[in-house]
């Protein structure tokens, strides 16, 4: 018996509750409420504060897709993005910054990075920017 018509499409756009997202940011506010809508969209996240631990984090454990902040403080956005890529990860980064992007920083982030997010955002883009990435 086939399947109405509608089914086939809530299945692809329901989230997968296996898929996680690395949040890194250094916001606390920002980074707190970044989980909480994902959590509410059925992407469970995890949030680290500064970039230095980054990387094996991300080799430690599993993660979907990762939403990166340009602008911290420890230990700068860009370099995680190239630390990560160099490394061979190829998790899709998101990042999200309030910083603008200049000339250099082009090839680092258009090429490494998956999508660009400018602060301040709605949380509704972020999740469906996060949605276009894990569900097909």
């Known amino acids: 018996m086939p399947l109405p018509a509608n089914t086939a499409f809530k299945t692809l756009s329901t989230p997968n509750p296996t898929h996680r997202v690395l949040i890194v940011e250094d916001g606390s506010r920002l980074a707190t409420l970044m989980a909480k809508g994902l959590q509410r ?4 996240s995890e949030i680290l504060r500064d970039g230095t631990t980054v990387l094996d984090k991300v080799v430690g454990d599993h993660f979907d897709l990762i939403l990166l902040d340009l602008g911290l403080a420890a230990k700068d956005g860009r370099l995680v993005l190239h630390e990560l ?10 990042i999200v910054t309030a910083c603008p992007i200049n000339p250099q920083d ?7 990075a998956d999508e660009v997010i400018r602060k301040p ?16």
Do not use: C, N, W
Request: glycine share 6%.
């Open 85 to 94: 890529r160099s490394h061979g990860v190829t998790v899709p980064v998101v």
């Open 41 to 44: 969209a059925g992407f469970p």
């Open 121 to 136: 955002f709605m949380m509704k883009d972020l999740v469906r920017q996060v949605r276009s990435l894990l569900v097909a």
């Open 106 to 112: 082009d090839e680092i982030v258009y090429t490494l």
